[in-house]
């Protein structure tokens, strides 16, 4: 991951300033330096900055490694030192378990995006469609079957969004863009569908691989 720092100024009823910081993944991170410059700047001022008007060469970016936080060796002397732990009292421990069973959910902060438009011209639909990868980060599915209405409610708007991202990658082949930009908006697809299969399966599939252990270890012991 890379943090990405925009600078600058723009337009919208009066001049309005620009300076956002936001992580992007290497590989978008690194597309704002050449030539499809324009098309991601796009899809994050009108994420960040709806309707705000801009020249591409007047936003300053500044793309910089995020730096992670060394963890500690357990073995250390200094994690070895015990703290003396709180005594919590039954009410707060009784709401601590509840705040964590209660799901957020997160409907109304991405359904906005399903009202994007994959019909116009083919940068719009480029943009708008890389503008609903990148919202989509940090949202996920819930283990199927889900345990509550808030979680199937996340898990069924998570695949609208799937299916509006299917919808797009379409509308371009259609539009007969070009195969680098549409194996680019591919993969992003491909990382999506494996993001949802892992998400709400993956009990599932480490159940089946324990047994296909067993299995195989029975075999060897026979």
């Given at each position: 991951?890379?943090?990405?720092?925009?600078?600058?100024?723009?337009?919208?009823?009066?001049?309005?300033?620009?300076?956002?910081?936001?992580?992007?993944e290497d590989s978008i991170a690194n597309k704002l330096l050449g030539s499809q410059k324009e098309q991601i700047l796009g899809s994050i001022m009108s994420e960040h900055y709806p309707g705000v008007?801009?020249?591409?060469?007047?936003?300053?970016?500044?793309?910089?490694?995020?730096?992670?936080?060394?963890?500690?060796?357990?073995?250390?002397?200094?994690?070895?030192?015990?703290?003396?732990?709180?005594?919590?009292?039954?009410?707060?421990?009784?709401?601590?378990?509840?705040?964590?069973?209660?799901?957020?959910?997160?409907?109304?902060?991405?359904?906005?995006?399903?009202?994007?438009?994959?019909?116009?011209?083919?940068?719009?639909?480029?943009?708008?469609?890389?503008?609903?990868?990148?919202?989509?980060?940090?949202?996920?599915?819930?283990?199927?079957?889900?345990?509550?209405?808030?979680?199937?409610?996340?898990?069924?708007?998570?695949?609208?969004?799937?299916?509006?991202?299917?919808?797009?990658?379409?509308?371009?082949?259609?539009?007969?863009?070009?195969?680098?930009?549409l194996v680019y908006f591919h993969k992003k697809l491909k990382k999506l569908k494996n993001k949802r299969l892992l998400q709400q399966f993956w009990p599932y599939m480490l159940l089946v691989l324990?047994?296909?252990?067993?299995?195989?270890?029975?075999?060897?012991?026979?």
């Open positions: 991951m890379k943090k990405v720092t925009l600078k600058g100024t723009g337009q919208l009823n009066g001049p309005i300033p620009i300076n956002k910081s936001i992580e992007l008007q801009y020249e591409t060469n007047k936003i300053g970016i500044n793309i910089s490694e995020i730096n992670k936080v060394k963890e500690k060796d357990p073995t250390s002397s200094d994690s070895k030192v015990k703290t003396p732990k709180a005594k919590k009292s039954k009410e707060t421990t009784s709401k601590n378990n509840e705040s964590r069973i209660e799901e957020k959910g997160f409907r109304d902060e991405i359904i906005h995006f399903l009202d994007l438009n994959f019909e116009g011209d083919l940068q719009e639909a480029k943009t708008n469609l890389e503008k609903l990868f990148i919202g989509l980060k940090g949202y996920s599915w819930s283990i199927f079957p889900a345990n509550s209405d808030r979680e199937k409610e996340n898990s069924n708007t998570m695949s609208q969004m799937l299916s509006k991202a299917k919808s797009g990658v379409r509308n371009l082949k259609s539009k007969g863009v070009i195969d680098d930009d324990v047994i296909i252990g067993v299995s195989f270890g029975l075999m060897f012991v026979e």
